[in-house]
């Protein structure tokens, strides 16, 4: 199923609700930051963002995803720019943001070394990446998530940020996570939050 059809129905799949782990970082957001969401779907997480005096981008590969996020942002009485983008071949612009978000974005390793080394370039110095995202384990839980283990994650995965990102919060374990009808139940999760070093080159 494309993600297209997965979004084209009036039910947010995901919910309207922004992600547990990311609600619970506001104290790393200040007014009027630059901020980016990646592969982000229906706009929950990019709308909760905007509400909270935040500019952000939204990027997602669904057209229809994108338009959701959009009028749920209106019907909240916020902006937020939302950009139709392939993170496979992404154009990352350099040190343009301090927050860069994930929630439960999943790729083919390629794509996320690719994202990882995107967010790496995007971020400004002493910028800000958070993610929260299904850990290997999560094939035994079933509660969501993609169904191919190449998708998921390990904790090796982020060892490509830390020559240039200092880790504020690493957590691998089990959590529960009630977010619409797709996320449901236990959920093995890996969240990480790392801050850009001020002398860190881009890769």
């Known amino acids: 199923m494309s993600w297209d059809q997965r979004f084209d129905t009036e039910e947010y799949v995901y919910g309207e609700q922004p992600n547990e782990f990311l609600r619970h970082q506001g104290h790393l957001l200040n007014d009027g930051m630059k901020v980016l969401a990646i592969a982000e779907g229906e706009g929950r997480n990019a709308v909760w963002l905007a509400e909270q005096g935040l500019h952000v981008d939204m990027w997602d590969y669904s057209r ?44 083919p390793k390629d794509v996320q070394t690719a994202v990882l080394k995107g967010v790496t370039r995007a971020l400004k110095p002493r910028g800000i990446f958070m993610t929260e995202v299904y850990s290997e384990a999560q094939l035994e839980l079933g509660t969501g998530g993609p169904k191919n283990q190449a998708l998921l994650y390990t904790p090796d995965d982020f060892e490509l940020l830390a020559d240039s990102l200092e880790t504020l919060h690493f957590f691998d374990e089990v959590v529960e996570r009630q977010e619409g009808r797709l996320h449901q139940g236990p959920s093995a999760v890996i969240q990480y939050i790392g801050q850009k070093r001020a002398e860190s080159r881009d890769m």
């Open 64 to 107: 229809v995803g994108l338009e959701k996020a959009e009028r749920l942002a209106a019907r909240r009485g916020i902006t937020l720019t939302t950009h139709l983008v392939d993170l496979a071949v992404a154009d990352w612009p350099a040190q343009s943001y301090d927050v860069i978000v994930c929630i439960f974005g999943h790729f």
